[in-house]
């Protein structure tokens, strides 16, 4: 039991060994070159095995704000390494979604051209991808999960007496679940929010559009579970934080020349 209580005491030793673009302690291990590997392989599944949206319009709209606000980025976080090149799909999927993998891929659903009304709605969602691959959530996320299975390995050999075999490693799963992964992903979201924010509005599109796009998916995505077991900030919680970053990114978005990205 000492022994992979002494393993975890490692792990959340080495927990500062990195900094994110927002100055945030973090633990990433995994090289980056096997992590673009990983999300090229994954992106170039779901290219072959979901359907692409191939409506022209959608197609430019999205590639425009996407072009946008990576130069924005690029501006804003001049010390960030960033992806040789960007690779943005729209798939065919009627959910309000997106997502972005290690690499520089992000996927749009047909969905969230739904829900996000506006090009600077759009760009809330899109610049928030493009802040999770700057601040690379993948490989700490991909590192917590090696080290959590690390743990409970260990444990699962040396463990003794009572809690000792199965019933105590899904304890411990349960319990590092709940007090590693969950919250880490919640500080993930909500740091991609923060970055998204100032992001777009580098990019000259207004950020006040942010808190309009997530009242629209709270009015279009209905019930949500407790936020304590959920990866993602409720709205109200994402609506909150984005408010209080509203000053700084309302001075970005009045010094920022707008952009020509028409919806």
């Known amino acids: 039991m000492s022994r992979g209580l002494s393993v975890l005491a490692v792990l959340l030793a080495l927990a500062g060994c990195g900094e994110t673009p927002t100055g945030r302690s973090q633990l990433a291990l995994v090289p980056e070159g096997l992590m673009a590997e990983m999300g090229g392989d994954a992106f170039a599944e779901m ?127 349960l319990g590092a679940r709940l007090g590693i992964a969950l919250p880490f992903s919640r500080a993930h979201e909500e740091e991609a929010d923060r970055m998204g924010l100032a992001i777009m509005a580098t990019a000259g599109f207004d950020p006040r559009q942010s808190v309009a796009l997530w009242r629209n998916m709270a009015r279009a995505g209905g019930g949500q579970p407790p936020e304590f077991l959920s990866t993602h900030p409720a709205h109200g919680s994402r609506i909150e934080a984005l408010e209080r970053d509203m000053s700084d990114a309302m001075a970005a978005y009045r010094n920022a020349s707008k952009t020509g990205c028409a919806g």
Request: charged share 25%; aromatic share 4%; proline share 6%.
């Open 47 to 173: 290219r072959q095995t979901r359907p692409i949206e191939r409506d022209p319009a959608a197609n430019r709209l999205v590639q425009c704000v996407a072009r946008e606000l990576v130069a924005a980025a690029e501006t804003r976080y001049p010390e960030v390494e960033m992806p040789e090149a960007w690779e943005v799909v729209v798939f065919d999927d009627p959910s309000p979604n997106a997502f972005a993998l290690p690499g520089g891929r992000i996927g749009v659903h047909t969905g969230l051209l739904r829900v996000a009304e506006t090009p600077d709605q759009l760009a809330a969602v899109i610049g928030h991808e493009v802040a999770h691959v700057l601040a690379d959530h993948g490989n700490e996320r991909f590192t917590q999960q090696l080290g959590i299975k690390a743990v409970l390995l260990v444990v699962g050999l040396v463990g003794e007496g009572e809690l000792a075999g199965e019933g105590l490693r899904q304890a411990l799963g």
